[in-house]
């Protein structure tokens, strides 16, 4: 799979700091290994500083360079879409008021603190529901703001979750991560540690570091949550991140965006949500594209959404079967949908939609 750097040494190819070091950022490098759309050349200009690019060599890889609708060259290289007047007249910067009283913190759900810990990402995807902070460069926490963090966690008995995101968190040097993590495991109240990092899909050679993974399960329990959105992208590399953080006690689950063009298609999403089980992922939740500026040409209708939840029910295995969800603006919070099997009741009397077709009259009296 390794395509346009099947030269490249395996020891390079393997190394995290060699995939982000040499990541594609320019128009002129990325048009050494694909002949680009007139759309694409003016995106990469248009966006500059707003929307930058970064394409990991390895995520790179698994484009195919024939064709410009591929599903993962659409997530990855800017079009002037982005910026027309058409895109940028819908949706805000930030559409869930995700900025708070302190630097990186929403703290929405009682029991539950999201802290974002840097704003760098190997890859910054298309349809990002933080686009607004690409144009901050890449800096990490300081240490300072990582201790008014922990502060509030302290003053907050009622947080019992803390949900680490960026940027990519996992980005940060191990000697960080451990500070972040050890600072966290401080606070007794707070049980678990989520960590949010698409790493396993954008590059899963992350994982191959066994200091990483000894400093992750030192500070067990903690679940990770990542962003697989095509079956594409799950590849004998990313399976094997996926092994390597299983095999240290760490639950993976998976949020899928529903994007436009990329997966809006059941037979898609069929495909990934069984390639994800293949791999021990468990598919939690199918997102909603959210109206965020410079991202809404991703959008599609909740209609298809329930298309595709209804074609998955009965042809994959219940584990592979995520929470179709709308995040509502505003901070209001998550909402699951789900096509409505209840056609019809009278008293105790169901009329139910079979999985299978055809309707079921069912009563079920209760005590
Ligand atoms: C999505 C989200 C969470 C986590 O919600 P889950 O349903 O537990 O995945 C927590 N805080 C914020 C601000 C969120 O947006």
Same mark, same amino acid.
């Given at each position: 799979?390794?395509?346009?750097?099947?030269?490249?040494?395996?020891?390079?190819?393997?190394?995290?700091?060699?995939?982000?070091?040499?990541?594609?950022?320019?128009?002129?490098?990325?048009?050494?290994?694909?002949?680009?759309?007139?759309?694409?050349?003016?995106?990469?200009?248009?966006?500059?500083?707003?929307?930058?690019?970064?394409?990991?060599?390895?995520?790179?890889?698994?484009?195919?360079?024939?064709?410009?609708?591929?599903?993962?060259?659409?997530?990855?290289?800017?079009?002037?879409?982005?910026?027309?007047?058409?895109?940028?007249?819908?949706?805000?910067?930030?559409?869930?008021?995700?900025?708070?009283?302190?630097?990186?913190?929403?703290?929405?759900?009682?029991?539950?603190?999201?802290?974002?810990? *840097?704003?760098?990402?190997?890859?910054?995807?298309?349809?990002?529901?933080?686009?607004?902070?690409?144009?901050?460069?890449?800096?990490?926490?300081?240490?300072?703001?990582?201790?008014?963090?922990?502060?509030?966690?302290?003053?907050?008995?009622?947080?019992?979750?803390?949900?680490?995101?960026?940027?990519?968190?996992?980005?940060?040097?191990?000697?960080?991560?451990?500070?972040?993590?050890?600072?966290?495991?401080?606070?007794?109240?707070?049980?678990?540690?989520?960590?949010?990092?698409?790493?396993?899909?954008?590059?899963?050679?992350?994982?191959?570091?066994?200091?990483?993974?000894?400093?992750?399960?030192?500070?067990?329990?903690?679940?990770?949550?990542?962003?697989?959105?095509?079956?594409?992208?799950?590849?004998?590399?990313?399976?094997?991140?996926?092994?390597?953080?299983?095999?240290?006690?760490?639950?993976?689950?998976?949020?899928?965006?529903?994007?436009?063009?990329?997966?809006?298609?059941?037979?898609?999403?069929?495909?990934?949500?069984?390639?994800?089980?293949?791999?021990?992922?468990?598919?939690?939740?199918?997102?909603?594209?959210?109206?965020?500026?410079?991202?809404?040409?991703?959008?599609?209708?909740?209609?298809?959404?329930?298309?595709?939840?209804?074609?998955?029910?009965?042809?994959?295995?219940?584990?592979?079967?995520?929470?179709?969800?709308?995040?509502?603006?505003?901070?209001?919070?998550?909402?699951?949908?789900?096509?409505?099997?209840?056609?019809?009741?009278?008293?105790? *009397?169901?009329?139910?939609?079979?999985?299978?077709?055809?309707?079921?009259?069912?009563?079920?009296?209760?005590?």
């Amino acid at each position: 799979m390794r395509g346009f750097f099947r030269n490249v040494p395996v020891r390079l190819w393997h190394s995290y700091h060699w995939q982000v070091q040499n990541r594609i950022r320019t128009k002129e490098e990325l048009e050494r290994y694909i002949k680009l759309t007139k759309e694409e050349k003016e995106g990469i200009e248009k966006t500059a500083g707003l929307y930058p690019m970064a394409i990991t060599p390895y995520y790179l890889s698994l484009i195919n360079p024939e064709d410009p609708q591929d599903p993962i060259r659409l997530q990855a290289v800017p079009r002037a879409l982005e910026v027309d007047e058409k895109t940028q007249a819908h949706g805000e910067p930030d559409p869930f008021r995700e900025e708070g009283a302190i630097p990186g913190l929403t703290h929405r759900y009682p029991d539950r603190a999201l802290f974002t810990l *840097t704003t760098f990402c190997a890859v910054y995807c298309r349809h990002c529901m933080r686009k607004r902070i690409f144009k901050e460069g890449e800096r990490a926490r300081t240490k300072e703001e990582i201790d008014l963090f922990v502060e509030y966690l302290k003053t907050h008995e009622e947080i019992r979750e803390v949900l680490l995101s960026g940027g990519e968190p996992l980005s940060l040097s191990n000697e960080k991560l451990h500070y972040v993590l050890s600072r966290i495991r401080d606070v007794p109240h707070v049980e678990i540690i989520r960590i949010g990092t698409r790493l396993p899909v954008l590059a899963p050679q992350r994982f191959y570091d066994d200091e990483l993974l000894d400093i992750l399960e030192k500070h067990a329990p903690i679940w990770i949550n990542t962003h697989f959105n095509h079956p594409r992208e799950i590849t004998e590399e990313s399976a094997t991140a996926v092994e390597k953080l299983l095999r240290r006690g760490m639950p993976v689950n998976n949020q899928t965006v529903l994007l436009k063009g990329i997966n809006d298609d059941p037979d898609v999403m069929l495909r990934l949500m069984r390639e994800l089980l293949r791999i021990k992922v468990r598919p939690v939740y199918l997102f909603h594209c959210d109206p965020v500026k410079g991202a809404i040409h991703f959008r599609t209708s909740v209609e298809k959404g329930l298309e595709i939840m209804e074609y998955l029910r009965g042809k994959v295995s219940g584990m592979g079967i995520p929470t179709y969800a709308v995040d509502l603006p505003g901070g209001k919070g998550k909402v699951p949908l789900s096509p409505s099997y209840v056609l019809d009741k009278e008293g105790d *009397t169901y009329v139910f939609r079979s999985p299978f077709g055809g309707l079921v009259e069912y009563a079920i009296p209760h005590a």
